[in-house]
T-cell receptor, first 114, second 115 residues
Framework: ETGVTQSPTHLIKTRGQQVTLRCSSQSGHNTVSWYQQALGQGPQFIFQYYREEENGRGNFPPRFSGLQFPNYSSELNVNALELDDSALYLC?????????????FGPGTRLTVL | AQKVTQAQTEISVVEKEDVTLDCVYETRDTTYYLFWYKQPPSGELVFLIRRNSFDEQNEISGRYSWNFQKSTSSFNFTITASQVVDSAVYFCALSELNRDDKIIFGKGTRLHILP
């Protein structure tokens, strides 16, 4: 059974640029959630996708957007990057909606915005 | 409002000592889930445990044990006979049923196990 994978591992961008981060969910999982973890903080919920539709969103501006594909993999897109977007971005997958299913996390993508 | 508080920012203990990580949560829901995750230096969040709000039984898994007390809104985590490999940041988290499935994390406790 393959776990959650994310790419790239590290990324450096400059302010104003756009970035796309990718996530492959664990086998058998159809729900993907994205979190942003700033240095020294706990992860913050960005949004969740279930069967290609956004299911919920945290307190993040519209320049954070996402997609989920038919194979349940997902992308996180961030436009007009700001310095404060520098963080570890974590993707988590679960078998279905509902808190009854545990979310399993990938290794994350560390984004640095200069 | 939902909130998870981990008052201990950083803890250092000598190997083989027992250590307890505190977690206090706030929620208005009667149905919710509590979690502990471990984050080693590699960055990946490793799932340790999930408990639902209706199950207050304490749980033991090897050297790990969890104490859930609804009366004090606490979900504390104890490592017995700590080992250097236990060094990591530990996060307590809360998820409320029917709240977008989002997990609310505490700020984490950084645990150093000294050889």
């Amino acid at each position: 059974e393959t776990g959650v994978t994310q790419s790239p591992t590290h990324l450096i961008k400059t302010r104003g640029q756009q970035v796309t981060l990718r996530c492959s969910s664990q086998s058998g999982h159809n729900t993907v959630s994205w979190y942003q973890q700033a240095l020294g903080q706990g992860p913050q919920f960005i949004f969740q996708y279930y069967r290609e539709e956004e299911n919920g969103r945290g307190n993040f501006p519209p320049r954070f957007s996402g997609l989920q594909f038919p194979n349940y993999s997902s992308e996180l897109n961030v436009n007009a990057l700001e310095l404060d977007d520098s963080a570890l971005y974590l993707c988590a997958s679960s078998m279905s909606l509902g808190s009854t299913d545990t979310q399993y996390f990938g290794p994350g993508t560390r984004l640095t915005v200069l | 409002a939902q909130k998870v508080t981990q008052a201990q920012t950083e803890i250092s203990v000598v190997e083989k000592e027992d250590v307890t990580l505190d977690c206090v949560y706030e929620t208005r829901d009667t149905t919710y889930y509590l979690f502990w995750y471990k984050q080693p230096p590699s960055g990946e969040l490793v799932f340790l445990i999930r408990r639902n709000s209706f199950d207050e039984q304490n749980e033991i898994s090897g050297r790990y044990s969890w104490n859930f007390q609804k009366s004090t809104s606490s979900f504390n985590f104890t490592i017995t006979a700590s080992q250097v490999v236990d060094s990591a940041v530990y996060f307590c988290a809360l998820s409320e049923l029917n709240r977008d499935d989002k997990i609310i994390f505490g700020k984490g406790t950084r645990l150093h196990i000294l050889p």
